[in-house]
């Protein structure tokens, strides 16, 4: 394992909710991300982080905005959910950016009903 | 588990076999590339990664070809077992050479 946790694992919301999902690692890795899994698209990039309070958005950001505030911790908010934000997200991180393996958490399933 | 490959190409193999998986990049200027494996239900898994000065690169009982010419690269399986069973993404980093840009992925199935 990685010493990436998520939370919540599963969790099923209401459309128009605030949403909040947690990553915490502890590994003291630099890099942080977001991704969103989906049928047929593979992974995609929603938010990442390269420090503390240092973010920047992925290919498909809108709709969720990220919060770093401390280096172990990246958090993914959903602030009106939408069934089209129902997916698979997964935080990983990594040492560097691009030429460096980046490792993966166990994933958090969202349903938006 | 939930499925994460509706329309994803398929793989099968028998046990014992070996399993080739291929991918096709589009960014010239990647040097870097790599390979997840992810089983139903669970997160993806670095299996083995190259660099564009490479062609090359062997693992336990992996291998990963890189072909720069006609921008392609493989993951061999050797002796495929049931384990292996899952989806399996090929990754390069993108146009600015700072993130990860992934594959649709490709489904193995191993027969007992």
């Known amino acids: 394992d990685a010493g990436i946790t998520q939370s919540p694992r599963h969790k099923v919301t209401e459309t128009g909710t605030p949403v909040t999902l947690r990553c915490h690692q502890t590994e003291n890795h630099r890099y942080m991300y977001w991704y969103r899994q989906d049928p047929g698209h593979g992974l995609r990039l929603i938010h990442y982080?390269?420090?503390?309070?240092?973010?920047d958005k992925g290919e498909v950001s809108d709709g969720y905005s990220v919060s770093r505030s401390k280096t172990e911790d990246f958090l993914l908010t959903l602030e009106s959910a939408t069934s089209s934000q129902t997916s698979v997200y997964f935080c990983a991180i990594s040492d560097e950016t691009g030429g460096n393996t980046i490792y993966f958490g166990e994933g958090s399933w969202l349903t938006v009903v | 588990g939930e499925s994460v490959g509706l329309h994803l190409p398929t793989l099968s193999v028998q046990e014992g076999d070996n399993s080739i998986i291929n991918c096709a990049y589009s960014n010239s200027a990647s040097d870097y590339f790599i390979w997840y494996k992810q089983e139903s239900g669970k997160g993806p898994q670095f299996i083995i990664d190259?660099?564009?000065?490479?062609d090359k690169r062997q693992g336990q009982r992996v291998t990963v070809l890189l072909n720069k010419t006609v921008k392609h690269l493989s993951l061999q399986i050797a002796a495929t077992q049931p384990g292996d069973s899952a989806v399996y993404f090929c990754?390069?980093?993108?146009?600015?050479?700072?993130?990860?840009?992934f594959g649709a992925g490709t489904i193995l199935r191993v027969k007992s």
């Open positions: 990754a390069e980093n993108d146009e600015y050479g700072n993130k990860l840009v």
């Open positions: 190259i660099r564009s000065n490479m």
């Open positions: 982080s390269y420090g503390v309070k240092d973010t």
